[in-house]
């Protein structure tokens, strides 16, 4: 079944810009990362695809069971429709891999995305992320580079889930660079300047 999510997209405007998919926290949609993903990357091709659950109103990319704890099984299948997404918008908009750019529940979507269909992105910037799955699976990452961008005070992430998903990552294969900022778990000027490095884009304007 060809899944199809609403979504906000923009076409490349700078050759070498690294095509970003965008993927929101909890509450956002399709909209909310595209002024971020402008400064941090100017001219980049932006895929920006809205969570199909609904909590309380609040779009996310799959179902919890309490704050932290996940629906692994609902988890595995949302991944699968977004891969799917992902991978019919290439079929149809031909282009470079994406690189994921999510923060908090788009981050974990983001971490299944990559440990779950390893080759569909090229990597991401994960803000605020944790291990998705109590078991991952073994995927080869060899050649996927990843930024994580934690917070040393974050209430939500215990620092055991975010080291797990490094070590997941890098028993993979994949480049990952962890930086713990001295923030919680809201996005800070810090994440900005650290995201528009690891893109390798100079940023129009960071706060
Ligand atoms: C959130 O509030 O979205 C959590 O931090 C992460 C999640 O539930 O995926």
């Known amino acids: 079944m060809t899944q199809t ?3 906000y997209a923009e076409p490349g405007a700078r050759p070498g810009a690294p095509p970003l998919l965008l993927l929101h926290g909890t509450g956002g949609d399709e909209r909310d990362l595209v002024p971020l993903a402008r400064r941090v990357s100017p001219g980049s091709e932006i895929l920006s695809p809205r969570g199909q659950v609904l909590e309380r109103g609040m779009p996310r990319f799959f179902r919890r069971l309490a ?5 692994e099984a609902d988890l595995i299948a949302r991944a699968d429709d977004l891969a799917s997404f992902v991978t019919e918008w290439r079929r149809t908009h031909p282009g470079e891999r994406f690189t ?4 908090s529940n788009g981050a974990n979507i983001a971490a299944a995305l990559l440990l779950l269909h390893p080759g ?4 991401g910037v994960l803000i605020r992320a944790m291990a998705p799955l109590a078991t991952p699976p073994a995927p080869d990452l060899a050649g996927t580079r990843v930024l994580m961008l934690s917070g040393a005070r974050d209430p939500i992430i215990p ?3 975010r080291i797990a998903l490094e070590r997941v990552l890098r028993d993979g294969g994949a480049e990952v660079e962890h930086r713990v900022q001295d923030a919680g778990h809201g ?3 810090d994440d900005l300047t650290a995201t528009a490095r690891w893109l390798g884009a100079s940023p129009a304007r960071v706060p």
Do not use: Y
């Open 5 to 7: 999510f609403i979504h």
């Open 120 to 123: 569909l992105l090229s990597g």
């Open 187 to 189: 996005l800070t000027g």
């Open 67 to 71: 704050e932290g704890v996940f629906d």
């Open 159 to 161: 620092p055991s889930s």
């Open 100 to 103: 994921a750019l999510g923060f």
